[in-house]
């Protein structure tokens, strides 16, 4: 009997639970008609409902209630959310969070470390307030600081409470003394002088004579480049097994440290057997030329520098034979104590396509300026060395200051997704050049658009202005007329030439020009232009009979082709490859039956870091169909083609009057100084030679002069506060007693 009671009443509390259960479920899994906020100051009721992730006309239980509450707070907006149902309205009653006005930052006067900071500080204004995100932000604050430098910073931070729940927080700082590296140490190095592997790497011992270099000071970010640079300056030399046991730095005096690495070398090693494994998809005959570069490269030392090269050349190869989806790389053995086997082998790779291509940061830029500038295509078959290729063309386009991609995987099986990220600087520039010579001088200014109106359209008005001739250049360029791979350009000029009063001649010449551009085959390009010309030649007494015989009016039509075979690696500052033109100039219908060739071909190669040789050469020709070439059109040489000389003041001269040439020719050769200036940042400077020549004159060869002008000299690129600032001092080696030198030039402009 007690049994049964016992029973029956366990029952009967099962089966209250269950209604309650069933009730209370029931009372909550309600349809949702509307919401009530209530509490918010600066949200809006629709942000606050979009973050609840809740829409009207659903069926809403309790999990789905504390979910939304959750959402809320994970936006950081509220520091206290609640939610009851009545008549099924919801009321979502919110406490707000303060809002960050503003971030100050007191105690740092110079600019570029205070705009570094406000990078860091921007991110946060407008956002929520919260304690701990503030103690994040001061961490990554006193990190920055550090990685100048400024090792013993101390930061006190002061908020201050608004009446519109708003807070304005106050950094105020103490730099104290910025760490100095006094010296470098390479413990345990005895293969190489210390002084070179501190040429090696980036930081540096801090010098009175280095006044505004930045890497004498200690930063832990440039510790790790500086321990990769010592890797691969160590194993291109042989040392396959070099290790850097440690880096570290400790305080010598109060603002003064010593940095060390401890390095083991190893043994040198050396190349044995070098081969490669070729997959059945691919004939053994493509990379013949390989086995050349194996033999050369067996028992020569070990060297990281090699086997990319060698990657690079499976690379190139693949891409002419359209091996789309090859993929090089190579195997390391220890052949025996001091030997190491390299196995060259092409991994099996999926091949996949391109289903779409964003881009990201061009707010001032129009899309279709980048897009033009890709080889791949959406729906194309994805090619490596295609897409490199195509981030350099972007890069070259010189209006972005970074361009960075990222291939990622799509939800569709064989698809990528390519994100380009972009990040536009100012693209205008506003220029002007000065040069003194034994003459006078000359001066230049200008402006240049790269990017005008966001079209990626170039634009350059410029004039030139000496002691004898005025010139003025407008043009506008559009690298993808239409939306298409072709390019369209005008080009307007006015040049007045005044030689009265030592040759007893002046000119002026004006011209309008239309052209098109385009690429015919793979780097094979072709230009052409269409122009037209009016020229006044005046005359004095002081003329020869010459010019005399050419004063008058003068009309040309002409035009002109041009063709380019374009192999550098990238357009703007090359590092390797090599770049050849042709051009012609033919009279359409013209007084002066002139012909023009000329022809450029420039050559660079890398050696090491940072060590560029190039090479350019010019050629020009100039001749007449039936009588003398006219003066205005003789070949001169440039300023630029020659350094050290003024511009169209050598050569052969007529009395006074210099009369230029029928055929003229310039060779300039140019190499980095990778190790002068290291410690500056921005600064680029190169030694050069040039060498020059002009010769035959058509109405009198005894005015031929066949002495070459050769000069050399320092060439620096300074990227300054103010703009970018090129100068160059050049000594001349070899000159005649009637040219006109010219030591210095400079140019100085500024973007906008």
Do not use: C
């Not at 002084?195 to 930081?203: A, T």
């Not at 420039?602 to 560029?612: M, R, W």
């Amino acid at each position: 009997m007690l049994i049964n009671l016992i029973t029956k009443f366990r029952l009967n509390l099962i089966y209250i639970f269950f209604v309650f259960l069933f009730n209370t479920s029931f009372a909550l899994s309600e349809i949702l008609n509307d919401f009530k906020i209530i509490g918010n100051q600066r949200l809006a009721k629709e942000t606050i409902v979009m973050f609840s992730e809740l829409d009207k006309g659903k069926i809403i239980d309790q999990n789905i209630l504390n979910n939304s509450i959750k959402n809320l707070y994970n936006t950081n907006y509220f520091k206290k959310v609640e939610m009851k149902f009545e008549d099924n309205i919801l009321k979502i009653i919110v406490e707000e969070n303060p809002i960050i006005q503003t971030i100050k930052l007191e105690g740092i006067k110079n600019k570029e470390i205070l705009n570094s900071l406000r990078k860091v500080t921007k991110k946060n204004e407008k956002y929520p307030f919260l304690i701990n995100k503030i103690k994040d932000q001061k961490n990554l604050l006193t990190n920055s600081l550090r990685n100048s430098g400024f090792y013993f910073v101390k930061i006190k931070t002061k908020v201050i409470n608004n009446t519109n729940n708003s807070v304005d927080i106050i950094y105020s700082f103490d730099l104290g003394e910025r760490a100095i590296i006094k010296k470098i140490n390479f413990l345990g190095n005895k293969v190489f002088k210390d002084s070179k592997l501190r040429n090696v790497i980036k930081s540096e011992e801090g010098r009175f004579w280095k006044i505004i270099s930045k890497d004498k000071y200690l930063d832990e970010r440039r510790l790790q480049m500086d321990k990769n640079l010592l890797l691969n300056y160590f194993k291109n030399k042989g040392y396959y097994n070099v290790k850097i046991k440690s880096t570290y730095a400790k305080t010598i005096e109060d603002k003064f440290f010593e940095l060390n690495f401890n390095i083991d070398s190893g043994e040198k090693f050396y190349f044995n057997d070098i081969s490669l494994k070729i997959d059945d998809n691919f004939a053994d005959e493509n990379f013949l030329k390989l086995d050349k570069i194996f033999k050369k490269l067996k028992g020569k030392k070990y060297s990281i520098n090699s086997l990319n090269n060698i990657l690079k050349e499976i690379d190139l190869i693949a891409l002419k034979k359209e091996f789309v989806f090859i993929n090089a790389k190579y195997n390391e053995k220890i052949f025996e104590k001091n030997k190491i086997n390299i196995e060259f082998l092409f991994e099996d790779l999926e091949k996949f396509f391109v289903e779409q291509i964003n881009i990201f940061g061009n707010y001032i830029t129009e899309e279709k300026v980048i897009r033009n500038a890709l080889i791949v295509d959406e729906g194309d078959a994805f090619n490596k060395i295609l897409f490199n290729k195509s981030i350099n063309n972007i890069k070259s386009k010189r209006i972005f200051r970074t361009v960075d991609s990222k291939v990622k995987d799509s939800k569709k099986p064989q698809k990528k997704i390519i994100d380009i990220f972009v990040e536009e600087q100012p693209t205008g520039e506003i220029f002007a050049g000065a040069g003194t010579g034994t003459s006078g001088t000359s001066i230049s200014a200008g402006i240049n658009e790269k990017n005008y109106l966001g079209k990626g359209i170039n634009v350059i008005a410029n004039a030139t202005l000496s002691d004898d001739q005025i010139k003025g250049v407008f043009s506008v360029n559009n690298p993808n007329f239409r939306n298409s791979d072709k390019s369209f350009n005008i080009k307007v000029e006015s040049t007045t030439s005044d030689f009265m009063t030592d040759s007893g001649y002046e000119t002026s010449r004006t011209g309008l020009g239309f052209g098109t551009g385009f690429e015919q085959y793979e780097n094979f390009y072709v230009n052409m232009d269409i122009s037209t010309y009016y020229e006044k030649l005046e005359t004095s007494a002081k003329a020869s009979s010459t010019i005399k015989k050419q004063e008058g009016d003068y009309f040309e039509n002409l035009f002109k082709y041009t063709l380019v075979l374009n192999e550098l690696d990238q357009n703007y500052q090359p590092t390797d490859g090599y770049k050849t033109s042709f051009s012609q100039v033919l009279p359409i219908y013209s007084e002066d039956l002139s012909i023009e060739n000329t022809f450029n071909a420039s050559k660079y190669h890398s050696v090491g870091d940072n060590l560029i040789l190039s090479g350019k050469v010019f050629l020009k020709s100039v001749n007449s169909i039936d009588e003398e070439v006219r003066v205005s059109r003789r070949v001169f040489i440039p300023s630029s083609k020659l350094r050290g000389f003024e511009s169209g003041k050598i050569g052969p001269k007529d009395g006074t009057e210099y009369v230029g040439g029928n055929y003229g020719t310039a060779i300039n050769l140019n190499t980095t100084l990778p190790n002068v200036l290291s410690g500056y940042e921005n600064i680029d400077v190169s030694l050069f030679l040039d060498a020059a020549n002009l010769w035959h004159v058509d109405y009198d060869s005894s005015l031929d002069s066949d002495k070459i002008r050769s000069a050399t000299g320092l060439a620096i690129n300074w990227f300054t506060i103010v703009g970018p600032l090129t100068f160059s001092y050049a000594i001349p080696l070899s000159e005649s007693s009637t040219d006109k030198t010219e030591s210095f030039r400079f140019r100085i402009g500024t973007s906008f």
